[in-house]
């Protein structure tokens, strides 16, 4: 079965700085692979995804994420925080071949200090 | 378009009473998945559909929930009866459509459930 983990249940980075959130998976083969963010009282929204092809893979409002199968781990990376990346932030995995059903991360809270 | 609808957006009812959220998804997409989110669990799937039949309910807690997509453009949650640990966000969600399938869900802005 699909598992996603977040080890990181909070983070706390100061504007400007870079940012890394790690997501770790588990499944028997190559999977879907995203990353959404939740503002406060929204739905999630999705910042990138991986489904083949090159390993690094660009999002919206400037993150990036690197799949590596050695590590099984899809880390979230942004160069340059800003304020408003305040969120959190979802790993999720899914199974190809399924109905896009996806399991999610339990999350990590992003804080951006001044 | 409009994106994926939820209503209501909050709703408060007492424990015993019958609650039922609704949701519209995109219209052309043919997969709509129900998600319950709360401090302890996180993100849960629930039940999901596919052209409007339902493919997996596992993850429904209890025989208290249902779910059901009459149409293409449709779909509910109950919860009968309601029980203060059902407090929490649920999501609807969707994905599909006439374009390749791409996988990424497409959220609703949710529902708050708090059940006193």
């Known amino acids: 079965a699909q598992s996603v983990t977040q080890p990181d249940i909070h983070i706390t980075v100061s504007e400007g700085a870079s940012l890394e959130l790690r997501c770790n998976y588990s499944y028997g083969a190559t999977p879907y692979l995203f990353w959404y963010v939740q503002s406060p009282g929204q739905g999630l929204q999705l910042l990138l995804k991986?489904?083949?092809?090159?390993?690094l893979v660009q999002g919206i409002k400037g993150f990036e994420a690197e799949f590596k199968r050695s590590q099984s781990s899809f880390n979230l990376r942004k160069p340059s925080v800003h304020w408003s990346d305040a969120a959190e932030y979802f790993c999720?995995?899914?199974?190809?071949?399924?109905?896009?059903?996806?399991?999610f991360g339990t999350g990590t809270l992003l804080a951006v200090q001044p | 378009d409009a994106g994926v609808i939820q209503s209501p957006r909050h709703e408060v009812t007492e424990m015993g009473q019958e609650v039922t959220l609704r949701c519209k998804p995109i219209s052309g997409h043919n997969s709509l998945f129900w998600y319950r989110q709360t401090m302890m669990r996180g993100l849960e799937l629930l039940i999901y559909f596919n052209n409007n039949v339902p493919i997996d309910d596992s993850g429904m807690p209890e025989d208290r929930f249902s779910a059901k997509m009459p149409n293409a453009s449709f779909s509910t949650l109950k919860i009968q009866p309601s029980e203060p640990r059902d407090s929490a966000v649920y999501f609807c969600?969707?994905?599909?459509?006439?374009?390749?399938?791409?996988?990424?869900?497409?959220f609703g802005e949710g529902s708050r459930l708090t059940v006193l």
């Open positions: 969600a969707t994905s599909g459509g006439q374009v390749r399938n791409t996988g990424e869900l497409f």
């Open positions: 999720a995995v899914g199974a190809r071949g399924a109905t896009n059903k996806l399991i």
């Open positions: 991986y489904f083949s092809g090159d390993t």
